[in-house]
């Protein structure tokens, strides 16, 4: 299953993120982010919900037995069920929060790819980069008039960029932002049912086929329970917080205060990239118990944003009755 899982998410995960680019790209040209510089919001916000629970972490693994290595385990949020956690909110939450969301957990995944890259990989290949920079600008020129010929350089770049030492994924959301909005419409419904039907059902079932050894004693351990705190309370707190500073700083309010909160909550959503920090902390007998904890994070965090959709709602409803 761990072929499966790596095949997974780097070949047919890839075109997710194609897609993710391609609407990053029209959210930046034609939606909530056309203001100059206003993408930086959601990107200040992912750096917020990065920080907040890798310090709320640290800080709890330096007064408890758990390891201080697994500080990047709650930082990170799967772009694929955050969006689709999202879609059981559809008609709670506004239509703004989808494009932050996906401004946002872009943001992350880079960000948690470049920690991957500094922090636990030093094999990054600078030669393959560059190249696959090329690569990109071939593919940018000829995108709109040889849309035959720049699929195969996309092909060609994602194979060079592969075995870069940094995450496919990235090469999958540089060429959505490449490709030109206008032309990209019959891409994006060829691509979208292959993506929801295949792509993300066997990401999901390759990420939770996990082979570990716990005990009920595992479940009250101090990293199962950092684990927990530091994603529930971190995630939404530093995206709320580094959210709004950058909104007043900038003098743009992209999203409403409350729709920034669901989007912290949907920032809980994690699983993959969790589970990679993991297995590259050298954990030791304490990897089943960081397993464990990301599991178990999963069921809270949609507990939480349910929850919280629903407070939205009811405050809304109160607001509307009130004459607001």
């Not at 510089?37 to 758990?66: D, E, H, K, Q, W």
């Not at 008609?91 to 946002?104: D, E, T, W």
């Amino acid at each position: 299953m761990g072929i499966a899982r790596e095949w997974i998410t780097t070949g047919p995960l890839v075109l997710f993120f194609f897609l993710a680019g391609i609407e990053l790209r029209a959210e930046i040209l034609d939606g909530a982010f056309r203001k100059r510089f206003s993408f930086l919001i959601p990107f200040s916000a992912a750096i917020g919900g990065m920080i907040a629970p890798a310090l709320i972490y640290y800080l709890i693994a330096r007064n408890s037995s758990a390891p201080e290595s697994a500080w990047g385990v709650p930082m990170a949020t799967d772009l694929p069920l955050a969006l689709l956690a999202l879609s059981l909110l559809a008609r709670s939450v506004s239509n703004r929060i989808r494009g932050f969301l996906l401004a946002l957990a872009i943001a992350d995944d880079i960000g948690s790819i470049i920690v991957v890259a500094v922090v636990y990989n030093h094999d990054v290949d600078f030669r393959r980069i560059l190249i696959s920079a090329f690569l990109l600008l071939l593919f940018w020129k000829t995108a709109p008039k040889f849309p035959l010929v720049a699929l195969l350089i996309g092909l060609i770049t994602w194979g060079v960029f592969k075995d870069s030492g940094i995450h496919p994924t990235v090469i999958g959301v540089l060429l959505g932002l490449l490709i030109n909005h206008k032309e990209s419409e019959w891409l994006v419904n060829k691509l979208t049912p292959v993506i929801n039907y295949f792509v993300i059902p066997a990401f999901i079932i390759t990420t939770l086929w996990i082979p570990w050894k716990n005990t009920p004693v595992l479940l009250f351990s101090p990293i199962v329970l950092g684990l927990i705190v530091a994603r529930l309370l971190g995630k939404p707190l530093g995206i709320w917080l580094f959210g709004v500073i950058a909104m007043k700083t900038m003098g743009h309010p992209v999203i409403e205060k409350k729709d920034l909160f669901i989007v912290g909550t949907l920032g809980t959503i994690g699983l993959s990239v969790s589970m990679l920090f993991a297995n590259l902390a050298e954990l030791g007998q304490d990897l089943n118990g960081t397993l464990l904890g990301v599991l178990i994070t999963l069921p809270l965090a949609l507990v939480l944003i349910l929850a919280s959709a629903h407070l939205l709602k009811a405050s809304r409803i109160q607001e509307r009755n009130q004459g607001y």
